[in-house]
């Protein structure tokens, strides 16, 4: 199993940013998003496609539609400029992350 | 508050081995698994695999059986990681990572600061 994202995505300030990540496993399973900013850990900031966790600002939604997930960011700030991961499992209860998208704030 | 302290930097040469901490505190150790993700220089994150903290049982990813070992102090709360026969590609951050998918919370919630290990001679 995979995950596909693309590995860059760029916005304006407060324009909209649309992150995907297909496989064929998110057809079955939840997808998870998170974000790392450089030299920090990452931090999960979507769960089970579209939830929002505790203390994650409300600009940033997930969705979900057959086989890929999508992250949405409204109203990009500055600071949401970091790489982001989904993430989901296998039939295994394998973990499998995408490769990653560097989101960049022009 | 949930925390996941890592031991610090390692500097290691190529054929030794390294064991990496992981202490957890702020909730019950044994209620959610311990994950391990590697993170190699300019790369991204690589599932490594997991171990159940209240069975004890470790579940490794493809790539990462034979020379990397999960165990754990349930005494005092704390996940390891034991990497044998290093070599130079194992150089990366390796981060431990709380799974939690008890219906009060999903996925992997909280995350260790990481430990980079260097492989070189």
């Known amino acids: 199993y995979e995950l596909t994202q693309p590995p860059s995505v760029s916005v304006s300030p407060g324009q909209t940013a649309r992150i995907t990540c297909s496989g064929n496993?998110?057809?079955?399973?939840?997808g998870y998003w998170y974000q790392q900013k450089s030299g920090q850990a990452p931090v999960l900031i979507i769960s089970?496609?579209?939830e929002r966790p505790s203390g994650i600002p409300g600009r940033f939604s997930g969705s979900s539609a057959g086989t890929t997930v999508t992250l949405t960011i409204s109203g990009v700030q500055a600071e949401d400029e970091a790489d982001y991961y989904c993430?989901?499992?296998?039939?295994?209860?394998?973990?499998?992350f995408g490769g990653g998208t560097k989101l960049t704030v022009l | 508050q949930v925390h996941l302290v890592q031991s610090g930097s390692e500097l290691r040469k190529p054929g030794t081995s390294v064991k990496i901490s992981c202490k957890a505190s702020?909730?019950?150790?044994?209620?959610?698994?311990i994950n391990w993700v590697r993170q190699a220089p300019g790369r991204g994150l690589e599932w490594m695999g997991w171990?159940?903290?209240?069975?004890?049982?470790?579940t490794y990813a493809q790539g990462f059986t034979g020379r990397f070992v999960f165990s754990l102090d349930t005494s005092d709360s704390t996940a390891y990681l034991h990497i044998d026969n290093l070599r130079a590609e194992d150089t990366a951050v390796y981060f431990c990572?709380?799974?939690?998918?008890?219906?009060?919370?999903?996925?992997?919630?909280?995350w260790g600061q990481g430990t980079l290990v260097t492989v070189s001679s």
């Open positions: 990572v709380r799974y939690c998918s008890d219906g009060t919370c999903s996925g992997f919630d909280h």
């Open positions: 702020g909730y019950p150790f044994s209620a959610h698994s």
């Open positions: 171990i159940t903290t209240n069975t004890w049982r470790p």
């Open positions: 496993t998110l057809a079955k399973q939840y």
């Open positions: 089970k496609d579209t």
């Open positions: 993430q989901s499992a296998d039939t295994n209860d394998h973990m499998i």
